[in-house]
């Protein structure tokens, strides 16, 4: 069954906005119909539609639903790439489970980001909702303004490092199922430079590898999201 992002408040519910309109006019929703909600937070309900139209909907909360939780909250701290990759990344690490989103301007970073940051936030938060509704997860991932590396260092001084140029330290599972929060860096097309890899470590991540292979920047973003989410 689809879901729709909802505001719930004492057992009622509100949909407004394109939510409203694609119940309305796509799926033909009807009121007594009983669909599925979520309230972006982690929460997920069954509810009834009592009053719709095209521009608001409104019903009440039938029961809550059993939610699938991840084991632990990963921020994804990633360069930005071309717009297609950018949007690959936030879609399949949304669907991998990832809890948040910091682009970070490395020196290879080659896309001026921040030029419109309003409208590309706008942008990317419409590519990560389309992909909590295809997933079914009821949490939304947050979507930070980008940051400057040394900056997202001291955001963010707890995580791993994934290094092309590392090829000893792979993940210890082991030592993963502790942490609780967490967060990776993964850098831009042509990598990290080495002035950037010193100081990491010295910010204290532990420097990685994500495997014999050298991998396209979204694709490493995506393999070290299911890795360090298993």
């Known amino acids: 069954?689809?879901?729709?992002?909802?505001?719930?408040?004492?057992?009622?519910?509100?949909?407004?906005?394109?939510?409203?309109?694609?119940?309305?006019?796509?799926?033909?929703?009807?009121?007594?119909?009983?669909?599925?909600?979520?309230?972006?937070?982690?929460?997920?309900?069954?509810?009834?539609?009592?009053?719709?139209?095209?521009?608001?909907?409104?019903?009440?909360?039938?029961?809550?639903?059993?939610?699938?939780?991840?084991?632990?909250?990963?921020?994804?701290?990633?360069?930005?790439?071309?717009?297609?990759?950018?949007?690959?990344?936030?879609?399949?690490?949304?669907?991998?489970?990832?809890?948040?989103?910091q682009p970070v301007i490395t020196e290879r970073t080659e896309h001026d980001i921040l030029k419109k940051l309003d409208n590309k936030i706008e942008r990317w938060s419409s590519v990560i909702l389309s992909a909590v509704k295809q997933c079914e997860t009821p949490l939304i991932p947050k979507i930070y303004a980008p940051l400057k590396f040394a900056d997202a260092l001291k955001k963010y001084p707890r995580g791993y490092f994934a290094?092309?140029?590392?090829?000893?330290?792979?993940?210890?599972?082991?030592?993963?199922?502790?942490?609780?929060?967490?967060?990776?860096?993964?850098?831009?097309?042509?990598g990290f430079t080495d002035g950037e890899a010193r100081q990491a470590a010295q910010s204290g991540l532990k420097t990685i590898t994500l495997g014999a292979n050298i991998m396209r920047a979204e694709t490493a973003a995506v393999a070290a999201s299911v890795l360090l989410l298993q």
């Not at 972006?40 to 009592?50: D, L, Y």
């Not at 140029?165 to 831009?188: M, R």
Request: charged share 30%; hydrophobic share 40%; with cysteine.
């Open 1 to 101: 069954m689809p879901q729709y992002l909802a505001k719930i408040t004492d057992k009622k519910f509100f949909i407004d906005g394109d939510e409203a309109r694609h119940l309305s006019a796509v799926s033909r929703a009807q009121a007594g119909d009983v669909i599925k909600i979520f309230d972006g937070t982690g929460g997920q309900f069954e509810a009834k539609i009592n009053l719709l139209n095209k521009k608001n909907i409104e019903g009440e909360i039938l029961k809550i639903l059993p939610v699938r939780v991840q084991k632990r909250k990963l921020t994804l701290c990633f360069a930005p790439v071309s717009r297609a990759a950018l949007e690959e990344v936030l879609d399949k690490c949304t669907q991998t489970g990832v809890y948040a989103f």
């Open 163 to 190: 290094y092309e140029k590392e090829t000893q330290n792979a993940l210890s599972l082991a030592a993963l199922k502790e942490e609780k929060e967490i967060s990776v860096f993964i850098g831009p097309v042509g």
